[in-house]
């Protein structure tokens, strides 16, 4: 495990400055170029993967994939996560010698010239609608990574976050907990009409009701917004007859959820426990460090460009790639829960 030490010795900056960073601490005064460089590192630490060692053999010098990211770099900041997609797509492409251009959402598409002068284009994160067709209008070869469209034109890699939550609620169900909450966001791209259209929040609900748990009071979701998991978590955990378990659609929200617990005066996870998505870095230093769905961030982005090379050397065939994720069980939740029925 990566430590906060090693996080500040390669950035050059101190130990309480990388935790502050790291837990999004709103009062800490540090330039944006700066906390980018300790997010990136300590991603770049975590990521232990092979696949993209020792595999330069055979690099397509010359080629130029364009990387088209949902996000901006601010809001790319406040979700590693994303960072990750976006390192696995870098470090592969330099194992490969291909040029990498990176264009950043800014409200506007990006210039079709800089997609039709790439070899191949690799989509980050949420594209929908018109957006997916100007890209595919504009791109010689297209890949979506943490993402696919409905339909089967297109290469896409992502993990199957349906069945992480599946697994996740097993686990915490064999632990014993029964009252469980979930704070997530409004997917309004995906169905505009239903507010539980997100994949994470429409597979709770269908456990939940399945195993006879289901409660609306415990399943809220809003607008995403870098104070989501607070405000939610502090509106849920104010009700009658809160959660014993509160799960969050991911790790950032799952930070907030902390501060708004660590505020009421409650104990993770003697009071209240929490588990969500992603396994950021610093999910694993959190207090209590964090129970969370891993989702191989890097490998998605190392897989998408591979996917490019296969356009490119003679594929035809649309791919989507499922990576499996794995369940990282830390001190946000018990053993086994306190009570039956908890």
């Not at 990211?69 to 470090?91: C, K, M, S, T, W």
């Not at 409200?107 to 070899?119: F, K, M, R, V």
């Not at 297209?142 to 199957?160: E, H, R, T, Y």
């Not at 429409?202 to 809220?220: H, N, S, V």
Request: proline share 5%; glycine share 8%.
């Amino acid at each position: 495990m990566v430590t906060i030490k090693e996080i500040a010795s390669a950035v050059g900056v101190s130990s309480a400055t990388v935790s502050r960073v790291l837990n999004y601490d709103p009062t800490l005064s540090i330039s944006t170029k700066k906390r980018q460089a300790i997010i990136e590192t300590a991603e770049a630490l975590n990521y232990a993967t092979p696949r993209n060692r020792g595999r330069g053999a055979g690099a397509m010098q010359g080629l130029k994939f364009a990387l088209v990211h949902f996000l901006q770099p601010a809001q790319e900041l406040i979700d590693p996560y994303y960072v990750g997609v976006r390192l696995g797509i870098e470090n592969r492409c330099q194992a490969l010698k291909i040029e990498v251009v990176k264009v950043f959402h800014n409200g506007n598409l990006p210039e079709a010239a800089i997609l039709q002068g790439a070899s191949g284009v690799v989509a980050v994160g949420h594209h929908y609608g018109e957006e997916v067709h100007w890209l595919r209008r504009h791109s010689r070869h297209l890949v979506f990574a943490d993402f696919a469209p409905d339909d089967d034109v297109d290469d896409s890699v992502m993990s199957d976050v349906s069945i992480a939550m599946n697994r996740l609620l097993d686990g915490v169900y064999g632990m014993g907990y029964r009252r469980i909450g979930f704070l997530g966001w409004i997917d309004a791209f995906r169905d505009k009409d239903d507010i539980h259209s997100e994949r994470r929040c429409r597979a709770f609900i269908q456990w939940m009701t399945k195993a006879g748990l289901y409660d609306p009071e415990l399943c809220m979701v809003e607008k995403l917004t870098p104070d989501s998991g607070y405000t939610l978590a502090k509106a849920m955990l104010s009700k009658p007859n809160p959660p014993k378990i509160l799960v969050t659609c991911n790790d950032n929200m799952a930070i907030g959820a902390y501060r708004a617990i660590h505020e009421m005066g409650l104990r993770i996870p003697d009071d209240v426990a929490v588990a969500s998505f992603n396994d950021i870095p610093v999910a694993q230093f959190l207090g209590p460090p964090l129970s969370t769905v891993k989702i191989p961030a890097e490998v998605i982005g190392e897989t998408a460009v591979d996917l490019l090379v296969e356009r490119l050397t003679g594929r035809d065939v649309a791919k989507k790639v499922i990576l499996g994720t794995e369940m990282v069980w830390r001190g946000s939740t018990m053993a086994r829960a306190a009570a039956p029925g908890a």
